[in-house]
């Protein structure tokens, strides 16, 4: 059964970090783009940050660009998502996803192959 489980959610003061992590499992995702949705109470999902299946290429959503970071291991089969000066605005639940498609991820999440349950990140001002 192929899962994707994120870990690293919690509270956090505004201005503070947050290291998320997913771990993927029941398959290999090296061949796959890896990345983030966030979506906040009363908002749409929207996209946050993708990365490429070799890791050599990364896109980020302009809310988050600059602040955010993206990698993986394709070794441990995980991808994770270092968050910096974060504000109330980026309080959501965070969701992992994998898609053979890095446009699938720019374009919104349909269709997406693998979605995890999500992590709460909840950021007090």
């Known amino acids: 059964q192929v899962q994707l489980v994120e870990s690293g959610g919690g509270l956090v003061q505004a201005g503070g970090s947050l290291r998320l992590s997913c771990a993927a499992s029941g398959r290999t995702f090296s061949t796959y783009a890896m990345g983030w949705f966030r979506q906040a109470p009363g908002k749409e999902r929207e996209f946050v940050a993708v990365?490429?299946?070799?890791?050599?290429?990364?896109y980020y959503a302009d809310s988050v660009k600059g602040r955010f970071t993206i990698s993986r291991d394709n070794a441990k089969n995980t991808v994770d998502l270092q968050m910096n000066s974060l504000t109330p605005e980026d309080t959501a639940v965070y969701y992992c996803?994998?898609?053979?498609?890095?446009?699938?991820?720019?374009?919104?999440?349909?269709?997406?192959?693998?979605w995890g349950k999500g992590t709460l990140v909840t950021v007090s001002s």
């Open positions: 990365i490429s299946w070799r890791g050599g290429s990364t």
């Open positions: 996803a994998a898609d053979r498609a890095i446009v699938v991820f720019t374009r919104g999440g349909s269709n997406m192959d693998y």
